[in-house]
């Protein structure tokens, strides 16, 4: 059984006992959260969609860790004319360990 569910502004394939890295989320760590955006439920066969999301399914998720990517590195520069800025950006992140998928 899997499920695509929405967190964070993108879309995601999880199953049970997956380790998914998602946006940053405001919760401490160890914590359990539910997602109730969730797009598709699939279990073999047979495939429910929601118009968006479905009616009364959830994800049960715990958070595992926080942390942030590697750096990105931003170089701005114009030829002739003295001008180079550098900057660098490192995205935070959360880490999810899906527990359960239920269809309400």
């Known amino acids: 059984m899997y499920a695509i569910i929405e967190t964070g502004g993108k879309q995601y394939r999880v199953a049970e006992g ?3 890295t998602v946006e940053k989320l405001d919760v401490d760590q160890g914590t359990t959260l539910d997602l109730p955006h969730v797009l598709m439920l699939a279990d073999g066969d047979s495939v429910q ?8 399914a959830r994800v ?3 958070v595992a860790a926080h942390g942030k ?12 004319k003295h001008h180079m800025k550098r900057q660098g950006h490192r995205q935070p992140f959360t880490q999810l360990k899906i527990t359960a998928i239920s269809n309400g």
Do not use: N, Q, S, W
Not at 49 to 56: A, N
Not at 69 to 80: G, T
């Open 69 to 80: 990517h590697d750096k990105v590195r931003i170089i701005k520069f114009k030829r002739r």
């Open 18 to 20: 997956d380790l998914v």
């Open 49 to 56: 969609l929601g118009k968006p999301y479905l009616e009364g």
């Open 60 to 62: 049960t998720a715990e």
